[in-house]
């Protein structure tokens, strides 16, 4: 049981955009920044995003991040088959703890 | 670059031990804490906890009475142990820099290692 809550998949046809949801509470999103991971198939987890909508270098502006309250979310605009991964919301709790989503496989059908 | 490294399989009650190799940047660089997680086969992320050069830890509240993170600056280098393990601690371990700013309203990890498969079999 993940203490933050995220679709367990989400689906789209490429070209198309994506959103992926992540829900918490008052203890972790609601008063810390999130951030978003990429898992592609086989291989360590990516910084995508972070301080809620900021990209790392090498991210491109196809990725997108916002939150409101004690929710968050991931876009993804013209997928690519290449995107499909499973993405992974991720912060602080104030339990002293990093916690995360349990994870969203993305298909790009 | 951080590369883990340690054995593979480990049997049941024992601990397991592994070191992760930082490269690039310097462990004792105050800007950056130091970490270690999980994924169990087909699971998601677990955060085992995060050590500082000074040594200062955060554990996992649901793993700190089995966990030790510990730091060496002349090595470059930080190592986990994790006691009396069980077949549940199976999973592919990772370590990662994990940056904390501003009372640990933003925090994130980046980069990670490519991960060790650990293994608890008998």
């Known amino acids: 049981q993940s203490v933050l809550t995220q679709p367990p998949s989400v689906s789209a046809a490429p070209g198309q955009k994506v959103t992926i949801s992540c829900s918490g509470t008052?203890?972790?999103?609601?008063?810390?920044?999130v951030s978003w991971y990429q898992q592609l198939p086989g291989t360590a987890p990516k910084l995508l995003i972070y301080d809620n909508n900021k990209r790392p270098s090498g991210i491109p502006d196809r990725f997108s991040g916002s939150k409101s309250g004690t929710s968050a979310t991931l876009g993804i605009t013209g997928l690519q088959t290449g995107d499909e991964a499973d993405y992974y919301c991720g912060t602080w709790d104030s339990n002293l703890s990093v916690v995360f989503g349990g994870g969203t496989k993305l298909t790009v059908l | 670059q951080l590369q883990e490294s340690g054995p593979g399989l480990v049997k049941p009650s024992g601990t397991l031990s592994l070191t992760c190799a930082v490269s690039g940047v310097s462990v004792s660089n105050n800007n950056y804490y130091w970490g270690w997680l999980r994924q169990p086969p087909g699971k998601g992320l677990e955060w085992i906890g995060s050590?500082?050069?000074?040594?200062?830890?955060y554990y996992n509240p649901s793993l700190k009475s089995r966990v030790t993170i510990s730091i060496s600056t002349s090595k470059n280098q930080f190592s986990l142990k994790l006691s009396s393990v069980t077949a549940a601690d199976t999973a592919v371990y990772y370590c990662?820099?994990?940056?904390?700013?501003?009372?640990?309203?933003?925090?994130?990890?980046?980069?990670w290692g490519q991960g060790t498969l650990v293994s608890v079999s008998s």
């Open positions: 990662a820099r994990h940056i904390i700013r501003n009372n640990h309203e933003n925090t994130w990890l980046d980069p």
């Open positions: 008052s203890s972790n999103i609601g008063n810390n920044f």
């Open positions: 050590i500082y050069y000074t040594g200062s830890t």
